[in-house]
Structure formats: C-alpha cells, structure tokens
C-alpha cells in the first residue's frame, strides 16, 4: 500500500495570505518561509489546489504590474508634488508649501521598456556577433580574388 505521508496544513486562508505576500513582490521562498512550509510544500499546494494557484498567480500579477507601471513612468518621466518646510526669518511656525517636481525621463528604462514591448526592434545584441556577416563577407571577396589570381597566372584572363 502506498504511504499517503502526513495530512496537508493547507487551509483555504493560506491563499488569501499568499496573495497578499505575492502583491509585495515576495518569491516562492519567502511565501513559504512566512507561510511556515517548505518551498516544495508550496509548489505542491499550487499543484493541488487551484484556489491557492489562482492566488499565487493573481498576487504576482499586481507586484509585475506595479513594477511595470513604474519602469513606464521613469521611461517617459513624470510630475510628482513633493511639500517643502520653509522657516522664514522671525517666524515661529514653519511655512509649508507643496512644490511641483519633474523627474525626467531616463533613457535605460525606456531602452529597458522598448525590449521588452518591442523584441523585434530593440532586441538585446550583445551577445551577438556583430562581424560575422562581415567576416563572411570579406571571406568570400579573399576567395574570389584568390581565384581570379589563379585565373590570370594561369593565363586564362
């Protein structure tokens, strides 16, 4: 008889935590280290329980989500009100006053943006071999000239 090992601790609560852990950007291990349970414990509550997956994935949604809505906002930049404390001579209060600031757009998060939205055309090259056609290029050109010297001592041109 196979052994059904210990009964699950998994409550229909783990999943609405588990959101709510997920929603701040947490991982699978940092879930389960709340949660009290391994991380293989947690990847077999997502196997099992749809509910718990449903979570896990709607909670890592909102985290991706804010994320992205912030890589956008530095790509393009944007206006945030900051309130300043200003102590003028003699006064016994400090003056507050809110101040409209622009923080401009930064061009590695746009590039950043761009890969991701835009593969075909902002696609990562690094890795890429930038003078392989040329290589080939020129490779080909040394053979035809190798051969047309070949043509011409032996008299043919």
């Known amino acids: 008889m196979k052994n059904a090992g210990r009964p699950t601790s998994y409550t229909p609560d783990h999943a609405r935590t588990a959101r709510l852990i997920y929603e701040t950007g947490a991982t699978d291990e940092v879930v389960a280290r709340i949660l009290g349970v ?5 990847r077999r509550w997502r196997d099992r329980y749809p509910e718990f997956d449903e979570a896990a994935r709607a909670g890592k949604t909102v985290a991706d989500d804010r994320v992205l809505f912030s890589l956008y906002r ?6 945030y009100t900051e309130t300043k404390a200003y102590m003028p001579h ?3 209060e400090p003056i507050m006053v809110d101040v409209t600031r622009h923080k401009a757009a930064d061009v590695r998060a746009a590039m950043q943006w761009l890969r991701q939205r835009r593969v075909g055309d902002w696609a990562d090259n690094r890795g890429r071999d930038h003078n392989a056609d040329l290589a080939d290029r020129l490779a080909e050109a040394l053979a035809n000239v190798e051969a047309w010297r070949e043509v011409d001592d032996n008299g043919l041109a």
């Open 74 to 79: 530095r790509a393009v930049g944007y206006d």
């Open 38 to 42: 391994h991380v293989e414990t947690l």
């Open 90 to 92: 003699g006064a016994k």
